[in-house]
């Protein structure tokens, strides 16, 4: 479970997250607002990329606010990035590796790929570089958030910069991520395909939290307009 | 072969070996030759008017492997040696070099070798060389290696070159250059890494002289604490031909990297093209591999080995 308490942040005076308190429990949670709404600033506070002016971030009864982005993912906390990092030199497999364990073998490795819908034998050894699309390493980067296999996995919108085919093949993904997954999933998303098969909506707007509630209530408001903001 | 602990790590360092390699080889240790073996299609013959060997291998030889490692234990021995290889038509070989040094007293020890390939028409080469360092706790003696290669390519000749230099070498300047025929192909991947006071010199220099040959060097550079790098790469286009050079460093702490890229074309043809990036390891790869539960430091080594290793 994921507590946020009074959690603010702000930059020269201006105000990003305006005391955002908010308990996460449930399986699928979804994250949606107007762009600078402060979505993924919130998301990164929670993985402690970003760290917060004030507030309090308690995870299974624990306080993690002080602690480091390293110890949050030991601790089971992933963060799947919105424009996922490149490196030279490392492999689809060197990261894959490092995502399930040392341990994992590399016939798992591969299924992760094949999860995803991607040739595992074709990519598991090709470079995490420029060569590869970016809805080839988005998909790669959800492949990663599977194999992690954490308790909580945040994903800062992975619709993101991606066509409209990988789009399709990005909400199978998703759906049967949702479905395999023991552990809770956060994403932040505007698309409505996400939004629909989620436990909950919030609502984030001018760094405050509009709405939270079941995707039953939330999702009709957003639709309607009713919400005081495009999604 | 009666070769000590210290001479076996060197050789897994340079070689990858930990027993006498399969096929055609050289082991020189401590200034002489060690160990020998030649075979059907390789002959390893000792130079008599200065140090060094020539190696020549039979037009046709087919996948076979040449190891001509040097390992120095003894404090204070410079060495220059010649070695000449002569690779036969239509063959396809794999030269795996490599040089170790364990500095145990001191006085400086040096390796300088000087390496020349006459690969005939249509050979194909892939040499690997790795240079490796070491000394004992409390001792001052530099390591130094100045390796020089010389490379003549044939009519549709290839060779392949991968160079290492990851650890322990003090001072280095290495000589790359090379002439290319009709359609021949060299593909330089050079991967070096400095440290503490280590100054790394690296110059490349390649004709294109044939029609449509081609050049592509890659070399990826890691320079640490007040180490510093310096590479060049000088590409002549004098045919229809295509030259790619590639310079990526990642610089650290209070290291000087310095990229000099020389391109001359002397043909309307010639497509030359020179990449030069230096720059520190990005942050948001450090923070991606610490959600991947690495630490700083952690994701720092991944990130340099992969960089250095996957070129």
């Known amino acids: 479970m994921l507590e946020l308490k009074n959690i603010c942040y702000s930059v020269s005076d201006k105000q990003i997250i305006s005391d955002v308190s908010l308990t996460l429990n449930d399986h699928f949670v979804a994250i949606t607002g107007p762009n600078g709404s402060g979505k993924s600033t919130l998301a990164k506070i929670i993985a402690g990329i970003v760290t917060p002016t004030s507030g309090r971030i308690i995870f299974n009864g624990e306080d993690i606010t002080d602690l480091s982005i390293t110890e949050r993912a030991n601790r089971g906390i992933s963060y799947a990035f919105q424009q996922p990092i490149r490196f030279k030199g490392l492999t689809v497999r060197d990261l894959m590796q490092l995502a399930a364990g040392k341990d994992a073998k590399y016939s798992e490795l591969c299924d992760y790929l094949v999860q995803v819908g991607l040739p595992a034998k074709e990519y598991i050894r090709r470079g995490l570089d420029d060569s590869l699309s970016g809805g080839e390493i988005k998909r790669i980067e959800i492949a990663m958030a599977f194999a992690r296999s954490s308790e909580l996995t945040i994903f800062d919108e992975p619709e993101a910069g991606i066509d409209l085919w990988s789009f399709q093949k990005l909400i199978q993904v998703f759906k049967k991520m949702v479905n395999e997954t023991a552990g809770n999933i956060l994403i932040i998303s505007h698309q409505e395909r996400i939004l629909d098969f989620s436990d909950k909506i919030i609502y984030l707007k001018d760094g405050s939290v509009e709405m939270y509630g079941d995707k039953s209530e939330i999702l009709p408001q957003l639709l309607s307009g009713t919400a005081g903001g495009s999604v | ?311």
């Open chain 2, 1 to 311: 072969m009666a070769i000590d602990e210290i001479q076996k790590t060197l050789l897994r360092q340079v070689a990858d070996l930990d027993s006498l390699p399969v096929g055609a080889y050289n082991i020189r240790s401590n200034g002489k030759t060690e160990s020998r073996n030649v075979t059907a299609n390789i002959d390893i013959v000792s130079k008599e008017d200065v140090s060094g060997i020539d190696i020549r291998i039979k037009p046709g030889t087919m996948h076979e492997s040449v190891h001509i490692p040097v390992i120095i234990s003894e404090t204070g021995l410079k060495e220059l040696v010649y070695n000449d290889f002569y690779i036969g038509e239509n063959s396809d070989v794999t030269i795996i070099a490599g040089c170790g040094i364990h500095n145990c007293g001191n006085s400086d020890s040096a390796h300088n070798g000087v390496h020349t390939f006459f690969v005939g028409k249509n050979a194909k080469v892939k040499y690997i060389e790795k240079h490796y360092g070491e000394s004992d706790e409390g001792t001052t003696g530099k390591r130094l290696m100045n390796p020089t290669t010389v490379v003549h390519l044939d009519e549709g000749a290839q060779m392949i070159m991968e160079t290492a230099q990851i650890a322990g070498i003090d001072d280095t300047e290495r000589v790359t250059n090379a002439d290319l025929a009709k359609g021949a192909k060299l593909e330089i991947h050079e991967s070096v890494m400095t440290t503490g006071e280590q100054s790394a010199v690296s110059k490349f220099t390649a004709d294109l002289n044939g029609e449509n040959c081609s050049c592509d060097i890659i070399s990826r550079t890691v320079a640490k604490n007040n180490s510093k790098q310096h590479f060049t790469s000088r590409l002549n286009g004098n045919n229809v031909c295509a030259g790619h050079s590639e310079c990526d460093s990642i610089i650290m702490d209070n290291a000087v990297v310095l990229a000099t890229p020389e391109l001359e074309a002397s043909s309307t043809d010639a497509s030359l093209i020179h990449e030069a990036a230096i720059g520190k390891i990005a942050g948001e790869q450090i923070i991606k591999l610490m959600t991947l539960g690495l630490t700083e430091k952690e994701a720092e080594e991944q990130i340099i080995k992969g960089f250095l290793m996957g070129n």
